[in-house]
């Protein structure tokens, strides 16, 4: 990976290309991210930036991290996250990423936390289907089977009820269809993990397949 950014989610739209074909969209606002430490293989043993983003008061982070920042000559941020580059001589405590570090066409991966949406059926939760609604079956919503009678078990892995969503998520190979550094919007074709208003991490992809 040789480089990454963090962005807030903003929503979704659409938007028309050149042959006037609707693209769903996510609006991403992506930096500007200060890098407040630059790891290397000599004093850490492995090399990798922290990236700030979202300025805040100095009051509003708890004093390890105060210091952290003061010692690095950075403003406080609120989102703090390390990422491991393979070329870091180039980055400098200090310095600014904006979302033009990405180019339209270049192929991301972007790393978010899920929608929350609590305790869920397994029809929900797993798409599951359901059983008949007449001719006097009691069973609607049910889980069904859940193993063989010789185990007397459930067995590791089966499809339950349970809590849904909350789980971090990355999406590979998401196309960037606009870098707007002035503006510090990204627009990712499709869908991104996460709800509005939520952090997001977009990354150089590293399974870079060839576009449809």
């Not at 390890?64 to 990422?83: A, I, M, N, T």
């Not at 949406?117 to 008949?132: D, L, N, T, V, W």
Request: net charge positive; with cysteine; glycine share 12%.
């Amino acid at each position: 990976m040789k480089k990454a950014i963090l962005a807030r989610k903003v929503g979704m739209t659409q938007i028309y290309n050149e042959k006037g074909r609707v693209i769903p969209v996510t609006v991403l606002e992506a930096g500007p991210c200060k890098i407040v430490q630059k790891k290397t293989v000599d004093q850490e043993g492995y090399q990798a930036v922290q990236l700030g983003f979202k300025e805040v008061n100095s009051s509003r982070v708890n004093q390890p991290l105060r210091g952290h920042f003061q010692k690095w000559g950075v403003s406080p941020c609120k989102h703090v996250k390390e990422f491991r580059l393979k070329d870091v001589e180039s980055y400098q405590p200090g310095d600014e990423l904006k979302a033009d570090i990405f180019t339209a066409g270049e192929k991301v991966d972007v790393s978010s936390v899920t929608k929350g949406k609590g305790f869920a059926g397994a029809i929900k939760r797993h798409g599951q289907s359901r059983g008949p609604k007449t001719h006097g079956s009691h069973y609607h919503r049910g889980p069904g089977t859940l193993g063989a009678i010789d185990p007397s078990r459930v067995f590791k892995g089966q499809t339950l009820p349970g809590r849904m969503g909350g789980r971090r998520v990355t999406t590979q190979n998401l196309e960037v269809v606009e870098a707007d550094g002035g503006k510090n919007l990204l627009l990712i074709k499709g869908a991104v993990p996460g709800p509005r208003g939520s952090i997001v991490e977009v990354k150089e992809a590293v399974k870079a397949a060839s576009s449809d």
